[in-house]
């Protein structure tokens, strides 16, 4: 049932959003020259896959997790995309493939050893990954593996549809300020 929630929710948000898309990848190419940004992750199954999301960092940022990343390398339109998490927005096509959740862990890095090992140790690739979920509105980032490997587990337990909009509504609405930065 989720599977099929996911699809329709980002194929709608695909569909109505396309020109707040546009809009702000045309910003994004005046800001960074390059709007968007890709970036392998691991996904369901420890297979990975190419993440999607708008730019926020300067190019030449190295490809690090969000919290060993200089708050110096966030643009202007970074800080304002970061803050409202339209930087989100483009992994609604992850969804859109089944790569990804609208709701699950946030999928990590490929460098991410001890959070690999951390969620490899509670099953948590046992689902796919998500936008938003349990350790974001309660604002747990990549800096805590083992305690967001936990929360993870924690959440994939407990999830149910009730629970699957409740994380996109607190999202949406604000609760959970996104990955911290040095």
Do not use: C
């Not at 202007?76 to 995309?81: D, N, P, S």
């Not at 970061?82 to 609208?102: A, I």
């Not at 050893?113 to 099953?123: C, P």
């Amino acid at each position: 049932m989720i599977r099929v929630l996911d699809f329709l929710f980002s194929l709608f948000g695909l569909i109505v959003g396309f020109p707040i898309l546009v809009l702000l990848t045309l910003i994004g190419l005046f800001d960074t020259g390059s709007p968007i940004f890709t970036q392998q992750r691991v996904g369901r199954n420890k297979k990975t896959f190419v993440l999607v999301k708008f730019r926020t960092m300067k190019k030449d940022t190295a490809s690090v997790a969000s919290h060993l990343a200089s708050s110096a390398s966030i643009t202007k339109f970074g800080h304002f995309l970061r803050r409202t998490k339209l930087d989100e927005l483009p992994q609604l096509w992850n969804v859109l493939k089944g790569e990804m959740s609208l709701v699950g862990p946030r999928p990590g890095l490929v460098n991410q050893e001890e959070l690999t090992k951390a969620r490899e140790a509670k099953d948590v690739f046992n689902v796919r990954p998500g936008i938003t979920g349990l350790a974001q509105v309660n604002e747990i980032d990549m800096s805590t593996p083992q305690l967001l490997a936990e929360t993870d587990a924690k959440m994939i337990s407990t999830l149910n549809i009730k629970s699957y909009f409740q994380y996109i509504l607190m999202t949406v609405t604000g609760k959970g300020s996104g990955d911290r930065v040095k």
